[in-house]
């Protein structure tokens, strides 16, 4: 089974802080994602990544960036953390298949559950 | 660009009573759909997927899809509901042109099961 795994369930950061969030995947997925889940809105894609050092942004890019160093792990980085950061956010991973088509389901972590006060 | 609507927020169903959760997508060419679970404080659990072929898909934990395309559908479906099955559940549609495999959810249907 595919198992991705964040650093933390759950986080509280002060306002200005910058903040790491750490996803690792064992499954040598090359796509990895971040997203953030709030009531009413479902998932939203802040920034994806499909090969090390290679990083897109999604939907909702402003005040994060992110980083991969290392195929297994994706980081996202809050560079200077508000109030209106708090959320779940979701790391997600996939594969691509035989013809090289990114057309495979994403694996999820367990989320953490940021708080930012 | 795709997008999905599942026009269901909220559902409330009786233990044993069969489950039907509405997803309509937008999208130009053929999609790639996908429903998930997630039950609370967890991450998203697949339940199914549609590629190509037959429209209805089997999936885990006895839910089942069925792929419409002239309603620009992919409705979920249990015969039997479980109390074990209350959690939210999300469409999930992908573009068959996208080279990364980007998704775009739905807002999610939250079902409640009762006794």
Not at chain 2, 93 to 113: C, E, P, R
Request: aromatic content about 12%; proline content about 3%; glycine content about 8%.
């Amino acid at each position: 089974d595919v198992k991705v795994t964040q650093s933390s369930r759950y986080l509280v950061k002060r306002t200005g802080e910058k903040v790491f969030l750490e996803c690792v995947q064992d499954m040598d997925h090359e796509n990895m994602f971040w997203y953030r889940q709030d009531p009413g809105l479902g998932l939203r894609l802040i920034y994806f990544s499909y090969d090390v050092k290679m990083k897109e942004k999604g939907d909702i890019p402003e005040g994060y960036s992110v980083s991969r160093e290392k195929k297994e792990r994706f980081s996202l980085i809050l560079e200077s953390a508000s109030t209106n950061q708090t959320s779940m956010y979701l790391c997600a991973s996939s594969s691509r298949d035989l013809n090289g088509y990114s057309n495979q389901p994403q694996h999820f972590g367990d989320g953490t559950r940021l708080s930012i006060l | 660009a795709q997008s999905v609507t599942q026009p269901d927020i909220h559902i409330t169903v009786s233990e044993g009573a069969s489950l039907e959760l509405r997803c309509n997508y937008s999208y130009g060419a053929t999609p790639y759909l996908f429903w998930y679970v997630q039950s609370p404080g967890q991450g998203l659990q697949l339940l199914l997927k549609y590629f190509s072929g037959d429209t209805l898909v089997q999936g885990i934990k006895g839910f089942e899809a069925e792929f419409k395309r002239s309603q620009s559908s992919f409705n979920l479906r249990k015969p039997s509901v479980h109390w074990s099955d209350a959690a939210e559940y999300f469409c999930a549609v992908g573009a068959t042109t996208d080279s990364w495999g980007k998704l775009q959810f739905g807002a999610g249907t939250q079902v409640v099961v009762t006794p």
